[in-house]
């Protein structure tokens, strides 16, 4: 069973800058069993997601569906839209007056005026899996297993910087999402992985190397079906994660009560796995319901799109461990 869009009032918002909305309209999808029947999970999309993760035109197909390994025939599946996506054609201009946390904050009204009080499961890569640590870190009761993927419970310099960058193509260029999705690839692939599908070949009815077609391709392609308010949006809430609590240590994500599942990508450019194992290592000392796991790849970030018979091996036995009422 697949919902189509329904909305939630979020009345008397204040943003942790301070900023007030009247009233927000948080928009969501639903897969699989009916609310109220099953475990639910709660899949929080990346940078140019949506809350289609399945199903025709579903960006995560491959991993949610029957049979699959999060299978909708056991599971509520629920995502919302990050406000601003414009996914429901819903944007916001003050883009600059959100982090993270006050998604994580949406997410977890959402999920009360839901009536949900516990999830089996958040799931979500890269800026949705930031947002999922923002969420237990504000309830760390909420679920039971919290799975990011190819994220961090911080954004680090590194990050900051490419951010950064982003934000000076999409306020400063004549084709900004066109721009700045061109740079965005060298962020979310690696050299090797380059190498092995270009090789230096060039694309003799252009005549320019085939690299280059590639990346123009990308940056028509977003172009044509994202909008720059929710570009700008996306990219401020992916530097600010955990921004709210610049002294905050690994320590504080001990107070968390679900089973961690870190999965990180070992040639992962932007948000590096080196970050994902120093804080297994320091969680591990201290809980025992904390996982690493790797994908191995020549494909950098977007790893966590490609390799899906690694992600569905590492991913699936937590899903098979749910107990499902008969």
């Known amino acids: 069973m697949t919902t189509s869009l329904q909305f939630i009032k979020v ?15 948080l928009s969501y999808q639903t897969f699989g069993k009916p609310l109220g029947t099953a475990p ?68 977890l009204n959402g999920l009360n005026q839901l009536k949900i009080e516990q999830l089996y499961a958040i799931i979500g890569g890269s800026l949705g899996g930031g947002i999922a640590w923002e969420m237990v870190l504000i309830d760390p009761s909420i679920t039971e297993n919290l799975i990011p993927i190819a994220t ?11 951010c950064r960058i982003q934000e000076q193509f999409l306020e400063n260029s004549s084709q900004p999402i066109h721009d700045a999705r061109m740079h965005a690839m060298l962020c979310y692939r690696t050299p090797e992985s380059f190498k092995q599908r270009f090789d230096r070949t060039e694309n003799e009815q252009l005549g320019i190397f085939n690299i280059e077609s590639w990346l123009l391709h990308h940056g028509k392609k977003l172009q044509e079906r994202f909008q720059l308010s929710a570009y700008k949006m996306m990219n401020q809430l992916l530097k600010t994660i955990g921004f709210d609590a610049s002294y905050r240590d690994v320590g ?40 690493y796991h790797e994908i191995k790849s020549i494909h950098g970030h977007d790893a966590f799109l490609i390799e899906y018979d690694q992600l569905e091996a590492i991913v699936s036995p937590i899903f098979k461990r749910a107990k499902i009422a008969a």
């Open 11 to 25: 009345e008397s918002f204040t943003t942790h800058s301070g900023t007030q909305f009247a009233d927000l309209s």
């Open 40 to 107: 639910v999970v709660l899949v929080n999309h990346a940078l140019t997601g949506n809350s289609n993760v399945t199903g025709e035109g579903g960006w995560w197909s491959d991993l949610i569906g029957p049979n699959k390994p999060i299978d909708t025939h056991r599971f509520t599946v629920l995502a919302f839209n990050i406000p601003g996506n414009c996914f429901d054609g819903l944007s916001i201009d003050k883009y600059q007056e959100f982090i993270a946390k006050d998604i994580a904050v949406l997410f």
């Open 152 to 162: 961090d419970w911080k954004s680090t310099d590194w990050l900051i910087a490419n």
């Open 252 to 291: 504080e994500l001990t107070k968390i009560e679900a089973n961690i599942h870190i999965i990180g990508v070992d040639s992962d450019l932007f948000f590096l796995a080196n970050e994902n194992r120093e804080t297994y290592k320091s969680l591990v000392k201290q809980k025992s319901n904390v996982h």
